[in-house]
Nanobody
Framework: EVQLVESGGGLVQAGGSLRLSCAAS????????IGWFRQAPGKEREGVSC????????YWTDSVKGRFTISSDNAKNTVYLQMDSLKPEDTAIYYC?????????WGPGTQVTVSS
C-alpha cells in the first residue's frame, strides 16, 4: 500500500522559512517522480515542485522559483521541500504526491500558514 506522510507545516511570519518532509512507503522510491501540490483557500490545487528520484531532475512552478528547494534522500525514502522567503500567498495545505502528473497518490496534507 502506497503511503505518503507529510510533516513540518506550521505558522510562520512573512520572510521566514519552513521545511516540509514527505516519508514515502509502499513503492520503489527510485522508480517514480515525487513532489508537492498545494491548495490555498478558495483556489484549485496547483503543482509546486517535483523531483525525479532516479536522476534528480526537478520542476518548479514560477511563483516559487528561487525561494523553494526540493530534495530527496533515497536511503530514507523521503522528499523535502525547503521553503524560504515565505509570503502570505504561500498559505495553503501542502500535499505530497506521486507521480507528479497525472497524480495517482496523495498524502493527507500539512497546513502552512504565513502571516503578514
Amino acid at each position: 500500500e502506497v503511503q505518503l506522510v507529510e510533516s513540518g507545516g506550521g505558522l510562520v511570519q512573512a520572510g521566514g522559512s519552513l521545511r516540509l518532509s514527505c516519508a514515502a512507503s509502499g513503492f520503489t522510491f527510485d522508480d517514480y517522480a515525487i513532489g508537492w501540490f498545494r491548495q490555498a483557500p478558495g483556489k484549485e490545487r496547483e503543482g509546486v515542485s517535483c523531483i525525479s528520484s532516479s536522476d534528480g531532475s526537478t520542476y518548479w512552478t514560477d511563483s516559487v522559483k528561487g525561494r523553494f528547494t526540493i530534495s530527496s534522500d533515497n536511503a530514507k525514502n523521503t522528499v523535502y521541500l525547503q521553503m524560504d522567503s515565505l509570503k502570505p500567498e504561500d498559505t495553503a495545505i501542502y500535499y505530497c504526491v506521486t507521480p507528479c502528473g497525472p497524480v495517482d497518490y496523495w498524502g493527507p496534507g500539512t497546513q502552512v500558514t504565513v502571516s503578514s
